[in-house]
Structures are given as C-alpha cells and as structure tokens.
C-alpha cells in the first residue's frame, strides 16, 4: 500500500430474514452488531423492522494484516439501555472477500444462532475491500482541484410516490465548497 494508506473492510448491512427471539415475539426492533478484530459497529435500531428487517447501512472498518474473519450479531432493543440477544455468528470468514481483488464485492450469507444454539435467522451482508488514503495524502489532495466521485448507496425515509402513475423524482443535492449541485 502506499504510505500511510489504508485497507478498509466496508459492512454493508442489508438486511436479515427469519429472525427469531428468544420468547417467540415477532414485534422485534433488531440492530445488527458487527466486529471486526478490536472494532464495534452497529446499525441503528430498526423500530418495528420484525422477522425481516432492512437497514442497507453501510459499516467501515480498518483493516489489519492477520484478519480472516468478522463476528455479526443480531441484539433486539427493549429499551434505550437494554438489548437481548437474538442470534449470533462468532466467525463469518472473509477468505472469499480476501481472494478478490480490491473494490470487489462478496455477498455473504450469514446464518445465526441463539445463546441456545437455535437456528435464530440469517444475516445478509456485503462486503468489499477499499485502499483509504492516509490523512495527510486527503489534506494534499483536498488542495488541488480535481474529481470528485460520490456514489450513493441506498435511499432511506422516501416517502412513497403521490399516486400509483408517478413514479416520484428523488434527487441527492451536495455541497463541495460552497458549491451545491
């Protein structure tokens, strides 16, 4: 890698099916929980997301040498300060991701079990590797003009289309140095 460069994991949560807790309700408000050696990401809580929650939320991690897999875990919130345990998945390997070439992406499949061993749901996430430029290659190059690419993953909160014919018209609208586009 370059100096000072990086190597990322990105998490893409997508989404989780069949999930089950532990005392059979189906109301469940889930969050996933991702850890990749020392580091702990989650998505936010899915109010009301039940067997089949989506989140599309998207989790970073650095990544060091030795690291051949992830742990996800899927807790339900019960209040603010309070989470069970729904399922989890202690070693999810990344030796498929870790094959491919940088900027790849490998869909895993993640199934997970309760504290009981229980099939208790499954997980979907994608992941990718990215090289992240060091902090003071982004301050150069945030001094010089150049291109900018910005790709945006998912759309959340969209209120549905006024009648069935529209298809509605969302747009993304970004502000670089004062200047919005």
């Not at 996430?125 to 301050?139: E, G, I, M, Y």
């Not at 298809?167 to 993304?172: A, I, M, R, S, W």
């Amino acid at each position: 890698l370059a100096s000072g460069a990086q190597l990322r994991l990105y998490a893409a949560v997508v989404g989780a099916a069949d999930l089950r807790s532990a005392d059979g309700d189906m109301d469940l408000y889930p969050f996933i929980q991702v850890v990749c050696q020392d580091q702990c990401r989650r998505t936010r809580t899915h109010r009301g997301g039940g067997a089949e929650p989506l989140w599309n939320q998207r989790l970073s991690f650095v990544l060091s040498a030795g690291t051949s897999h992830i742990s996800v875990c899927c807790q339900e919130e019960e209040s603010l300060s309070t989470a069970v345990l729904v399922g989890t998945n202690e070693r999810v390997s990344l030796d498929e991701l870790l094959q491919m070439s940088v900027g790849s992406t490998c869909t895993l499949n993640v199934p997970l079990s309760n504290s009981y061993g229980m099939a208790a749901g499954m997980v979907v996430v994608k992941v990718s590797l990215a090289v992240a430029p060091s902090r003071s290659s982004t301050h150069a190059m945030a001094s010089q003009r150049g291109l900018v690419q910005i790709v945006a993953l998912c759309a959340e909160g969209l209120p549905p289309p006024p009648t069935l014919g529209d298809k509605g018209n969302p747009f993304l609208k970004i502000k670089i140095g004062g200047i919005a586009k």
